[in-house]
C-alpha cells in the first residue's frame, strides 16, 4: 500500500480549511449530540410511551369495562326481568271471571265464605273460587 | 193423612234453609263444576257445598 496523497497540498488552501474545519472534533461533537440526543429521546419516547400505553390499559379496564359491566349489563338484566315478570304477572291479572254462578248454600256455609274472605281481605267470589280449585286439586268425587 | 203429609214434608225439607250465592268463576272452574253435577246427576249448587264442606274440614272449621 502506497502512501495517501495530502488532499490540501492538491487542492489549495481552501482546502486545508475545509479539510481542517471537518476534522475529528466536529464529527465526534455530531456524534456525541446525536447520541446522547437520540438515547435521551428513545427514553424519553418509551417511557412516554409506556406511561400512555399503561395509562391507557388501565382506564380501559378499569373505568370502560366497569362500566360496561356494572351499568350496561346490569340495566338490561333488569330490564329484561322486569319484562318477564310483567308478561308472566299479566295473564293473572287479565284473567276473566265471567262465569256467573248462583249457587244455593246453608247460611253457615255463607258466613264460613264471608268471615274468611274477609278475614284474608278477598272478596267472597275469589275466596269461592280458591276453595274450588283446593277441591280440583286434593279431592276426587266417586 | 195429614199427618202422614206432614211427617214427608218435614223430612223432605232440607234441615238447614239454603241462601243464595252468587259467584264468578273462571272457565276452567265453571266447567268443572257443570261437568261435574253432570256426571254426577246433582245440582251444581251441591258441588259448591260439597267443596265449601270439604275446604272447613281441611281447615277444621
Same mark, same amino acid.
Given at each position: 500500500?502506497?502512501?495517501?496523497?495530502?488532499?490540501?497540498?492538491?487542492?489549495?488552501?481552501?482546502?486545508? +480549511?475545509?479539510?481542517?474545519?471537518?476534522?475529528?472534533?466536529?464529527?465526534? %461533537?455530531?456524534?456525541?449530540?446525536?447520541? +446522547?440526543?437520540?438515547?435521551?429521546?428513545?427514553?424519553?419516547?418509551?417511557?412516554?410511551?409506556?406511561?400512555?400505553?399503561?395509562?391507557?390499559?388501565?382506564?380501559?379496564?378499569?373505568?370502560?369495562?366497569?362500566?360496561? %359491566?356494572?351499568?350496561?349489563?346490569?340495566?338490561?338484566?333488569?330490564?329484561?326481568?322486569?319484562? &318477564? %315478570?310483567?308478561? +308472566?304477572?299479566?295473564?293473572?291479572?287479565?284473567?276473566?271471571?265471567?262465569?256467573?254462578?248462583?249457587?244455593?248454600?246453608?247460611?253457615?256455609?255463607?258466613?264460613?265464605?264471608?268471615?274468611?274472605?274477609?278475614?284474608?281481605?278477598? &272478596?267472597?267470589?275469589?275466596?269461592?273460587?280458591?276453595?274450588?280449585?283446593?277441591?280440583?286439586?286434593?279431592?276426587?268425587?266417586? | 193423612?195429614?199427618?202422614?203429609?206432614?211427617?214427608?214434608?218435614?223430612?223432605?225439607?232440607?234441615?238447614?234453609?239454603?241462601?243464595?250465592?252468587?259467584?264468578?268463576?273462571?272457565?276452567?272452574?265453571?266447567?268443572?263444576?257443570?261437568?261435574?253435577?253432570?256426571?254426577?246427576?246433582?245440582?251444581?249448587?251441591?258441588?259448591?257445598?260439597?267443596?265449601?264442606?270439604?275446604?272447613?274440614?281441611?281447615?277444621?272449621?
Amino acid at each position: 500500500m502506497g502512501k495517501r496523497p495530502d488532499m490540501s497540498k492538491r487542492m489549495g488552501r481552501g482546502a486545508d +480549511i475545509f479539510f481542517e474545519d471537518t476534522s475529528v472534533l466536529d464529527t465526534n %461533537k455530531n456524534n456525541e449530540k446525536d447520541t +446522547i440526543e437520540s438515547t435521551n429521546n428513545d427514553s424519553k419516547q418509551d417511557n412516554i410511551q409506556n406511561s400512555i400505553k399503561s395509562d391507557a390499559h388501565h382506564t380501559n379496564e378499569d373505568t370502560t369495562q366497569h362500566k360496561d %359491566k356494572d351499568t350496561t349489563l346490569d340495566t338490561t338484566l333488569d330490564t329484561k326481568q322486569y319484562t &318477564n %315478570k310483567y308478561t +308472566i304477572e299479566m295473564p293473572d291479572t287479565s284473567e276473566l271471571y265471567n262465569e256467573r254462578l248462583v249457587a244455593n248454600v246453608t247460611r253457615s256455609q255463607k258466613k264460613y265464605v264471608e268471615r274468611t274472605a274477609k278475614k284474608h281481605k278477598m &272478596n267472597n267470589s275469589e275466596f269461592v273460587r280458591f276453595m274450588i280449585d283446593f277441591f280440583i286439586e286434593n279431592f276426587e268425587l266417586k | 193423612m195429614n199427618n202422614k203429609k206432614d211427617v214427608l214434608d218435614k223430612l223432605l225439607t232440607p234441615q238447614e234453609a239454603y241462601v243464595r250465592h252468587t259467584v264468578y268463576l273462571n272457565e276452567e272452574q265453571s266447567e268443572f263444576v257443570k261437568g261435574t253435577a253432570a256426571s254426577r246427576n246433582v245440582k251444581q249448587s251441591e258441588i259448591v257445598r260439597i267443596a265449601i264442606d270439604m275446604l272447613m274440614e281441611a281447615m277444621r272449621e
